[in-house]
């Protein structure tokens, strides 16, 4: 590759620049399609686009540098984080391959299709960079873009915006559902309640307890575990043997737990005698 | 220095299209093919600054606002597809297939 660059065009420590960016964001690339977190893939996504944010900076595209962090890492990659986070973060890929040697093949075919476009460029006869010094001359790059825009392209800018409309439809037409059944109203809910055996709210965890965990039972007053206390979705998830309870079963648990609450309820006299 | 941001977007490009190829989470496809589309954007805005005009950086612009409603519009479809299969990889979605 032989490096034409025009003297003028060229600022200083670019190159500099240009191979730190290089390898990180080519490290970020292969990282993202490696691993196999889709979170970590979208946070070496990001690595790769402020990457290029900078590298647009350097190349006299202020603006475009500056579209970049906000559509691309702001919003673009906030929208992939949130679907990752509704559709659960562990969806981890598969690793049987549906197709035999498919992995070996795309390297193949990916290896030979870098190798071609670098043939191509090491072949082409590129011009002298001329720079953007007489282009963002008149109001800077700004102005030069909207100049642009708002005469040559504003067809093309028009049809834009009628792309975005249909893509904010297009995105609440498919993510829209329809109720099967009607909402039920504040009447049914509350008749529904007198008709079930529980009239009362559910008594919440740590209830005359010593623990406060969210999965850890209530205990009533007479002692006993009230696995009402804990969110059905809780205790589904409860796997083995709590923390709290120190190796022991949860009925001996509870029974020392209202031993204890029991010895300090029978003297608080005592205790502010002291106090005093 | 063209080439080598030519060469840099050619990798680039080559990996979004390799992980495109090797991934299977359909979520992680797109992100394979944003990063196509960024590195396409990055030999145009080289380009615009070889040949000393603003046209390339417009392009990367409008790369830019298509491929914005190209993810809303895609990850609505990915959303609706996980809420029917409860899968979000590419190889359950095969009714179409002969």
């Known amino acids: ?276 | 220095m063209t080439d080598h941001y030519l060469v840099l977007s050619a990798i680039l490009f080559t990996i979004g299209a390799v992980g495109v190829l090797i991934r299977r989470n359909a979520i992680v496809v797109f992100m394979c093919v944003e990063l196509m589309l960024n590195a396409t954007n990055l030999a145009f805005v080289s380009f615009a600054r070889m040949h000393g005009s603003l046209d390339g950086q417009i392009i990367a612009f409008f790369v830019m606002v298509v491929a914005a409603a190209e993810v809303v519009v895609g990850l609505a479809i990915i959303m609706t597809i996980f809420r029917s299969r409860k899968s979000s990889s590419v190889d359950d979605a095969n009714l179409l297939k002969y």
């Open chain 1, 1 to 276: 590759m032989t490096g034409v660059v025009a003297a003028g065009a060229h600022q200083t420590g670019e190159s500099a620049i240009f191979w730190v960016l290089a390898v990180i964001s080519v490290a970020a690339a292969l990282g993202m399609i490696l691993t196999r977190k889709a979170v970590h893939s979208a946070l070496m996504l990001a690595t790769v686009m402020f990457s290029f944010a900078v590298l647009y900076a350097v190349n006299e595209a202020p603006f475009l540098a500056f579209v970049q962090v906000i559509v691309y890492t702001g919003a673009v990659l906030m929208l992939f984080l949130f679907v990752v986070m509704i559709i659960g973060v562990s969806s981890t890929d598969s690793l049987v391959e549906t197709i035999k040697g498919q992995r070996v093949a795309a390297a193949l075919v990916g290896i030979g299709f870098v190798v071609l476009l670098l043939v191509g460029f090491g072949h082409a006869t590129l011009p002298k960079t001329t720079g953007l010094k007489d282009a963002n001359a008149n109001g800077g790059n700004v102005m030069g873009l909207a100049r642009l825009i708002f005469t040559k392209y504003v067809f093309a800018f028009e049809v834009t915006s009628a792309l975005l409309i249909t893509a904010a439809l297009g995105a609440m037409v498919l993510t829209h559902r329809e109720r099967l059944r009607p909402k039920p109203t504040q009447k049914q809910l509350s008749k529904e309640r007198i008709k079930s055996d529980r009239v009362a709210p559910l008594p919440p965890p740590g209830t005359y307890a010593r623990h406060n965990a969210v999965d850890m039972p209530a205990l009533l007053p007479d002692g006993t575990i009230s696995e009402l206390s804990v969110s059905p979705v809780i205790s589904r998830r409860r796997t083995g043997e709590h923390e709290d309870l120190h190796g022991a079963s949860p009925e001996v648990v509870a029974r020392q737990d209202t031993k204890t609450v029991k010895a300090v309820i029978d003297k608080p006299v005592e205790v502010e005698e002291e106090e005093q």
